[in-house]
C-alpha cells in the first residue's frame, strides 16, 4: 500500500508558534496533497505538491517533499487557534492512470491561545 | 455552486438491517470517491469510481458493501445485514479529474450508528 503515515499523531502548541507535521509513504508517487479536518466536518483541500516539485508555499502553509526519502512535511507558520484540526496527507500510485488517493491517519493539532 | 452533498447526515439502525447512503457530487465532477472513518481514525477508502472506467472496489471490507454511480453522477453505498462494526462516518468526494492531477472535494458525510 501507498499509504501515507503522518507523524506526530498529535500535536500541541500555542498561538504564534510554528507546527510542523510529517508525512511518509512507501511508493513512487504522481503527487502528494494535504488536506484539513475539523472535528465533524468533511475534509478541505490545502495544497498539492507534483513528484518534480520541492517546495510549496500558500499562505502561511509550506510543503516540502523528498522523493529520495518518500516523506513530505506541513509547516504552518504563526499559529492560530482556528488552526486546531487533524491534518492528513494523501498518495496515488506513480504510473498507475485512475489509482484511488489514499489518506494516512492524521496528525491532531491543538493550538492554545 | 453547490459542494458534494450527502444524505443522510446521520442514521441509527439496527443490527442486520440494510441501509443506502447517497452522495451528489459537484456537476461535472467525473470521479467519485467513497471513505470510511471510524472515530479518531483516518480515512479508509472504499470504493473509487472514474468516468466510464470499471470502478475500483478494492477498498470494500465485504461483500456486504457495494456501490453504483448511475448516470455519472449521484452515487449511492449500500450496506447489507449490517454489523456493530460498520459504524462509522462514510464520506463522499468528488474531483472534476483523475485525483492525482486535482484535489478532492468532500461531503461532511454521513454518521452510521449500528445498534
Known amino acids: 500500500s501507498q499509504q501515507g503515515e503522518e507523524d506526530p499523531q498529535a500535536l500541541s502548541i500555542q498561538e504564534g508558534e510554528n507546527a510542523t507535521m510529517n508525512c511518509s509513504y512507501k511508493?513512487?508517487?504522481?503527487?502528494l496533497q494535504w488536506y484539513r479536518q475539523n472535528s465533524g466536518r468533511g475534509l478541505v483541500h490545502l495544497i498539492l505538491?507534483?513528484?518534480?516539485?520541492r517546495e510549496k508555499h500558500s499562505g502561511r502553509l509550506r510543503v516540502t517533499l523528498d522523493t529520495s526519502k518518500k516523506s513530505s512535511s506541513l509547516l504552518i507558520t504563526a499559529s492560530r487557534a482556528a488552526d486546531t484540526a487533524s491534518y492528513f496527507c494523501?498518495?496515488?500510485?506513480?504510473?498507475?492512470?485512475?489509482?484511488?488517493?489514499?489518506f494516512g491517519k492524521g496528525t491532531t493539532l491543538s493550538v492554545s491561545s | 455552486g453547490a459542494g458534494v452533498s450527502q444524505s443522510p447526515s446521520n442514521k441509527v439502525t439496527e443490527k442486520g438491517k440494510d441501509v443506502e447512503l447517497r452522495c451528489d457530487p459537484i456537476?461535472?465532477?467525473?470521479?467519485l470517491y467513497w471513505y470510511r472513518q471510524s472515530l479518531g481514525q483516518g480515512l479508509e477508502f472504499l470504493i473509487y469510481?472514474?468516468?466510464?472506467?470499471?470502478?475500483?472496489k478494492s477498498g470494500l471490507p465485504s461483500d456486504r458493501f457495494s456501490a453504483e454511480r448511475t448516470g455519472g453522477s449521484v452515487s449511492t453505498l449500500t450496506i447489507q445485514r449490517t454489523q456493530q462494526e460498520d459504524s462509522a462516518v462514510y464520506l463522499c468526494?468528488?474531483?472534476?479529474?483523475?485525483?492525482?492531477?486535482?484535489?478532492?472535494?468532500f461531503g461532511n458525510g454521513t454518521r452510521l450508528t449500528v445498534t
Open positions: 468526494a468528488s474531483s472534476g479529474q483523475a485525483a492525482y492531477n486535482s484535489p478532492l472535494h
Open positions: 511508493t513512487s508517487i504522481n503527487n
Open positions: 505538491i507534483r513528484s518534480n516539485e
Open positions: 494523501a498518495t496515488d500510485a506513480a504510473n498507475q492512470a485512475g489509482t484511488a488517493l489514499i
Open positions: 456537476s461535472g465532477h467525473t470521479a
Open positions: 469510481f472514474q468516468g466510464n472506467s470499471a470502478p475500483d
